[in-house]
């Protein structure tokens, strides 16, 4: 997952993802707190998964930033990128467990039920812009690219261009460009 975003508060989610499988409910949370990003996730028949990674980045809401994440299930292999800049990689992240496909995304806002249960302080304070998600963990070479060149028609699941403009559950989308790239 990649994403262009700029923001104005410590406590936000860029976005969040929810599945329901044979009865089992599946999350991934991506969130900054406290100049930290905060990678999450969980299922009812596992143990869930947590990580902060300090961005390095100070808190000023008109510069845009690059956030990449990969992840790889068979290994639990795991990198975490900022403006192109790997911050942190390891392994042992839901090892083996896949991200089933079919469920919600939702941007700007984390979910506490499947496509709802949402709330005020939990609502993303920024603005978005290219969010690409990857049915692999793409590489270092294209986080660079995608980090030196505003790329807003990335992903093979999802792409910034397959929201289009209009309403999105009562809030309006305008999708945008970065004005400047790092």
């Known amino acids: 997952m990649c994403c262009w975003l700029t923001y104005e ?36 028949s596992i ?17 845009w930033h690059s956030m990449c994440v990969t992840w790889e299930s068979a290994l639990g292999a795991y990198k975490v990128y900022a403006d192109g800049t790997l911050k942190e990689q390891g ?4 090892t083996g ?14 979910q506490d039920s499947l496509g709802g249960g949402f709330e005020t302080f939990q609502a993303f304070k ?5 969010v690409a998600i990857y049915a692999r963990a793409i590489t270092a070479a294209e986080v660079t690219t995608y980090s030196e060149s505003c790329r807003l028609n990335a992903g093979n699941l ?9 309403q999105l559950h009562g809030a309006t989308v305008d999708v945008i460009q970065p004005a400047t790239c790092p």
């Open 97 to 110: 467990n896949p991200v089933p496909g079919g469920g919600t995304l939702v941007i700007g806002q984390d």
């Open 158 to 166: 999802f792409k910034w261009s397959d929201i289009g403009l209009g």
């Open 47 to 63: 143990d869930g998964f947590s990580i902060f990674v300090d961005h390095g980045w100070t808190k000023q809401p008109e510069v």
């Open 9 to 44: 508060d410590d406590a936000v989610y860029p976005l969040s993802y929810m599945a329901m499988t044979a009865g089992v409910l599946h999350q991934i949370v991506f969130g900054i707190f406290s100049g930290s990003f905060h990678v999450s996730g969980s299922d009812k």
């Open 91 to 94: 392994t042992g992240m839901h």
């Open 126 to 130: 920024g603005k978005l812009a290219g």
